[in-house]
């Protein structure tokens, strides 16, 4: 089945460790998508990617990096100086590409805390 | 801009009873708007989504959705409530020019009552 696959569930990070939050798709969509979603704030775009090797930033990016080195892959780095790290984080895909109207699909998110 | 805004953070309905999940949007030219559900520790699922046509849109688990271009409006529905219901539902919205960003609104969280 096709889908999209991240990886850890849950993930503990430590003070001033940075931690990478893994995300693949085999429905070989070009866009892919970072969210954070914290309660009572629906979903925020960290970083999206249109197309291999090119990435751009969403609205909360400071804190956190990508890399879109395939097209399968997609994963986000948690830096030291994402102060809030703590919440539940979801990659989806899309294919823009076929008129805008296609939906993304989700992952099954990693909730990340501080330990 | 775009956004979205779902004006109930909660929504209790008794199972069986028909249900409406609330949504307003606002976008330059023509939206492309989406229905999602997301259960506990889980990601979103797609439901339904309005392009153009008919602004009556059927989707998944029975249920509909009613674009309103006078008011801007995107409200989920459906005849006939069931617990399984239950669950967190957003609304999302893209403009249908422009880059490929969906803007997602806060979510309502639908309570159904056995």
């Known amino acids: 089945d096709g889908g999209i696959t991240q990886s850890p569930k849950y993930l503990f990070r430590k003070e001033g460790q940075n931690v990478t939050l893994s995300c693949e798709q085999n429905?070989?969509?070009?866009?892919m998508y970072w969210y954070r979603q914290d309660p009572g704030q629906g979903l925020r775009l960290i970083y999206y990617?249109?197309?291999?090797?090119?990435?751009q930033k969403g609205d909360i990016a400071e804190g956190y990096s990508v890399s879109r080195e395939k097209k399968e892959s997609f994963p986000l780095t948690v830096t030291s100086a994402q102060k809030n790290p703590t919440a539940f984080y979801l990659c989806?895909?899309?294919?823009?590409?076929?008129?805008?109207?296609?939906?993304?699909?989700f992952g099954d998110g990693t909730r990340l805390s501080i330990l | 801009a775009q956004s979205v805004a779902q004006p109930e953070d909660q929504v209790n309905v008794a199972e069986g009873n028909p249900l409406t999940v609330k949504c307003t949007y606002s976008?330059?030219?023509?939206?492309?708007l989406f229905w999602y559900v997301q259960y506990p520790n889980r990601g979103l699922q797609f439901l339904l989504k309005?392009?153009?046509?008919?602004?009556l849109v059927k989707g998944s688990y029975g249920f509909e959705a009613e674009f309103n271009k006078s008011q801007t409006s995107f409200h989920l529905k459906k005849p006939s409530a069931l617990v399984s219901d239950s669950a967190l539902y957003f609304c999302?919205?893209?403009?249908?020019?422009?880059?490929?960003?969906?803007?997602f609104g806060k979510g309502t969280r639908l309570h159904i009552l056995p």
């Open positions: 989806a895909s899309s294919n823009p590409g076929t008129g805008g109207g296609e939906p993304q699909h």
């Open positions: 429905l070989n969509h070009d866009a």
């Open positions: 990617s249109q197309i291999v090797n090119d990435f």
């Open positions: 976008v330059s030219g023509n939206p492309y």
């Open positions: 309005y392009i153009t046509g008919d602004n």
């Open positions: 999302a919205v893209r403009a249908s020019w422009g880059d490929d960003k969906i803007i």
